[in-house]
């Protein structure tokens, strides 16, 4: 059984920082693809950033200059580095990985971890 758990979410000020991280435990032969995705109620979950096994990122663009996606393969953990947020940033971000366990490759989701940005 393969689990992604979040952390790092919370209450900040416009322009504050936060750090999220998500580890990858369980029968894992390897990573491919992680990721971060945001969602808010009423929503379609939405993509934030991707990093691949090799390094390549890529974000989207209301993010992009603000947010860093950085991985540790040695920990299969996977980060995403937050600065000047906004609050049109509020939402529920969620970790992704696509997961080779043996020969099989699946799509895991983390839990989702509230990202409050307020004043």
């Known amino acids: 059984q393969v689990q992604l758990v979040e952390s790092g979410g919370g209450l900040v000020q416009p322009g504050g920082s936060l750090r999220l991280s998500c580890a990858a435990s369980?029968?894992?032969?390897?990573?491919?693809?992680m990721g971060w995705y945001r969602q808010v109620p009423g929503n379609q979950r939405e993509l934030v950033a991707t990093i691949t096994s090799g390094g390549s990122t890529n974000y989207a663009d209301s993010v992009k200059g603000r947010f860093t996606i950085s991985r540790d393969n040695a920990k299969n953990t996977v980060y995403l580095q937050m600065n000047s947020l906004k609050p049109e940033d509020t939402a529920v971000y969620y970790c992704n990985a696509l997961i080779a366990v043996l020969s099989i490759k699946k799509n895991y989701w983390g839990q989702g971890t509230q990202v409050t940005v307020s004043s």
């Open positions: 369980g029968s894992i032969f390897s990573i491919n693809a």
